[in-house]
T-cell receptor, first 111, second 112 residues
Framework: DARVTQTPRHKVTEMGQEVTMRCQPI?????VFWYRQTMMQGLELLAYFRNRAPLDDSGMPKDRFSAEMPDATLATLKIQPSEPRDSAVYFC?????????FGPGTRLTVL | QQQVKQSPQSLIVQKGGISIINCAYENTAFDYFPWYQQFPGKGPALLIAIRPDVSEKKEGRFTISFNKSAKQFSLHIMDSQPGDSATYFCAASKGSNYQLIWGAGTKLIIKP
């Protein structure tokens, strides 16, 4: 049963530290999405890759966030420096066509 | 014009009742309308989806009703069960973009 995997599942860090979240999309999927979920803002799209190329990262604060796909099996989302307002659950999703398959998420807490 | 508006924000339904969640959109170029279900601590998962060439799609107890002229679509859960308690998101996309425009979500609680 193919699944999207995300690491770490939980991360607690102090303000100013670098945070890296990793995602392994489902093999064969050509689209990857990074979302942030908070109680106040719901699901926000941060970045969207197709065939490893970034198509849309307009939802991402450019000064501190970066997203990459170094290869087809790995997508990364980095925050540097992290701030308390970045505390949220970050989801990675992969897909082929219209359907998106979500990972279990990384719960980030920035103190 | 890119927004998808979802209501209500929260909903409490008695076991066995019908749960109804509504969404409205503006962009007539949207051609794919999915509903995702999210349980606490999990990522959203596709529940059911519809394209605008049909007015209704049913899968088990879950039905999407689609009104193209009104630019609205809704999710109906028949015989609602406590296990249906979750957050439901509607969404929309157009063409081969595959980027989903999400509604704000509805927290559904089914009372036993």
């Amino acid at each position: 049963d193919a699944r999207v995997t995300q690491t770490p599942r939980h991360k607690v860090t102090e303000m100013g530290q670098e945070v890296t979240m990793r995602c392994q999309p489902i093999l064969g999927h050509n689209t990857v999405f990074w979302y942030r979920q908070t109680m106040m803002q719901g699901l926000e799209l941060l970045a969207y890759f197709r065939n490893r190329a970034p198509l849309d990262d307009s939802g991402m604060p450019k000064d501190r966030f970066s997203a990459e796909m170094p290869d087809a099996t790995l997508a990364t989302l980095k925050i540097q420096p992290s701030e308390p307002r970045d505390s949220a659950v970050y989801f990675c999703a992969s897909g082929f066509g219209t359907r998106q398959f979500f990972g279990p998420g990384t719960r980030l807490t920035v103190l | 014009q890119q927004q998808v508006k979802q209501s209500p924000q929260s909903l409490i339904v008695q076991k066995g009742g019908i749960s109804i969640i509504n969404c409205a959109y503006e962009n007539t170029a949207f051609d794919y309308f999915p509903w995702y279900q999210q349980f606490p601590g999990k990522g959203p998962a596709l529940l059911i989806a519809i394209r605008p060439d049909v007015s209704e799609k049913k899968e088990g107890r879950f039905t999407i009703s689609f009104n193209k002229s009104a630019k609205q679509f809704s999710l109906h859960i028949m015989d609602s069960q406590p296990g249906d308690s979750a957050t439901y998101f509607c969404a929309a996309s157009k063409g081969s973009n595959y980027q989903l425009i999400w509604g704000a979500g509805t927290k559904l609680i089914i009372k036993p």
